[in-house]
């Protein structure tokens, strides 16, 4: 069963996170940005679809659950390095970026060292809450480079001040920029809010995983 639609989903979507950071290099703004923006979207519903059509199928694989945590990982953790890259070393990207990616370490890492018992770490809700929150942020965070784009093409010109002035309404906007602006502060801060709010999720499940492993842990395991 390692040939099957789901699978395939779950390969295209592994293949389709370094495809993230990559657009960044080889293409100019806006088309990186629309071109991450809809491969994290894609993979987003690949992430979901391909879950869905191996239970209704029949067909969950064993190659299938090795796969897909790991193409989840690694979509998260290249789209979150790429937003630090967007968005530069500041506070209030690299706190949530590192609280997730170091929760992210220490699950696998428990998981990898409990081996057979790493059943005990079952996905519970708050984590699927946790994914779905993270997964919206990043999306919301990709687009937020979109919006910031075209509204730095379309003011490519004007002084601080004209553009200070098209924004109050002062001056007539008769290319969109209040369009732009407002997009570009609502994808952009309510990404980071959304970011914060999966960090908390992401830092709850992992001493919820940390708690369920610690019998395994001790030299002198509770009977």
Request: aromatic residues 12%; hydrophobic residues 55%; proline residues 4%.
């Amino acid at each position: 069963m390692v040939v099957s639609l789901p699978n395939i989903l779950t390969v295209i979507r592994l293949l389709a996170a370094p495809a993230v950071a990559l657009a960044y290099i080889v293409m100019p703004h806006p088309f990186s940005d629309w071109t991450a923006l809809a491969l994290f979207l894609g993979a987003a519903f690949t992430d979901w679809l391909d879950g869905v059509l191996a239970r209704a199928w029949d067909q969950e694989s064993r190659f299938g659950a090795m796969l897909d945590p790991i193409a989840d990982k690694a979509m998260v953790v290249i789209a979150l390095s790429v937003l630090v890259g967007l968005f530069g070393l500041r506070v209030w990207i690299v706190i949530p970026v590192t609280v997730i990616l170091f929760r992210e370490v220490f699950v696998s890492g428990l998981r990898e060292y409990l081996g057979a018992k790493a059943g005990t770490l079952k996905v519970t809700q708050l984590a699927k809450w946790k994914t779905t929150v993270q997964m919206v942020a990043i999306s919301v965070l990709l687009a937020s480079g979109v919006f910031q784009h075209y509204f730095g093409m379309w003011s490519w010109g004007m002084s601080g001040d004209m553009v200070a002035q098209v924004l109050d309404g002062s001056v007539p906007d008769e290319l969109g920029l209040r369009s732009m602006w407002r997009g570009f502060v609502v994808t952009s801060q309510g990404g980071l809010l959304l970011l914060w709010i999966a960090a908390g999720l992401t830092l709850l499940t992992g001493i919820d995983y940390f708690k369920k492993a610690w019998n395994h842990l001790k030299d002198t395991p509770d009977a």
